[in-house]
């Protein structure tokens, strides 16, 4: 979670639009994965399908998440939209709720009205402070609800997929989803500065890094213990952006990031206890 989040430090210094930065995460990733992920389905033979959907449908989602998630920080900073994007356990268990036949008990709803009402209590800031800030803390809720999809779909693929495979199918699907974001946004692909092309190649290396641990972590525990435990990155994040960039939250926009983070967590007690 540290290598995590640094990600978004990176996207605000890169200074191109959001979705570009992160196609390039992606892309340079999946270039750097490419041989092992060739070398390992050599030697595991044939792929399941049903795990292969998922985890194309993982990519999918993976890439409106980070696609979203990105277009937040540029619009508002770090913080918030880092903070918001990480409801997804929230939205993982209306998922299971709604896909796998999950009962849901009082604490996840107690949960859900808890951090639903600390991410209003943001969106309403942001939004009277500007309309801008506002739209980029909106994108960063809506990243959420992707990014429990993401959680969703990778819990199903992995059962079937070892963390080369599916990371990689993960990262050249929402590269392809990336890539024709940027062309319907009129973003550009060339024409960036050295600096903002390093901090390009810095976002792919940390996004194999810290991302095969958290691709690792699908495979070995449940969706809905791995999303509560990324909650750690919004917190090192807002650290970070604190010290490097001077983004200061005042004391309701903290009230309502405790309130998020509260709500969250007792969603992921309420779950662990089923």
Request: charged letters at 10%; glycine letters at 12%; aromatic letters at 12%.
């Amino acid at each position: 979670m540290v290598i995590v989040g640094w990600s978004p430090l990176l996207i605000r210094w890169a200074g191109a639009p959001g979705v570009a930065a992160v196609f390039f995460r992606n892309s340079i990733a999946t270039v750097v994965l490419v041989l092992p992920f060739w070398w390992k389905r050599r030697s595991a033979g044939s792929m399941v399908r049903s795990a292969f959907w998922m985890a194309l449908l993982a990519g999918v989602s993976y890439g409106f998440d980070t696609g979203l998630w990105s277009t937040g920080i540029t619009l508002t900073g770090v913080t918030n939209p880092t903070l918001l994007a990480n409801t997804a356990p929230v939205w993982v268990g209306l998922g299971a709720m709604l896909l796998f036949r999950e009962r849901l008990g009082t604490g996840f709803w107690a949960g859900l009205a808890l951090a639903m009402a600390g991410a209003a209590l943001i969106l309403g800031l942001d939004r009277w402070q500007s309309v801008l800030a506002g739209t980029g803390s909106l994108y960063g809720l809506l990243a959420g609800i992707f990014y429990g999809g993401f959680f969703l779909a990778g819990q199903k693929a992995r059962k079937s997929l070892d963390t080369i495979s599916f990371f990689w199918i993960v990262l050249a699907s929402s590269t392809c989803i990336l890539g024709v974001s940027m062309v319907a946004l009129r973003q550009p692909l060339f024409g960036y500065g050295l600096s903002t092309y390093l901090i390009f190649l810095a976002l792919g290396v940390v996004q194999v890094a810290g991302w095969l641990a958290v691709t690792y972590a699908l495979g070995r525990l449940p969706a809905s213990t791995v999303a509560p435990i990324m909650l750690v990155q919004p917190v090192i994040t807002a650290g970070l952006a604190h010290f490097f960039l001077g983004e200061r939250l005042g004391p309701w926009q903290s009230l309502g990031g405790v309130a998020v983070l509260a709500g969250v967590m007792l969603v992921h007690r309420q779950r662990a206890q089923e």
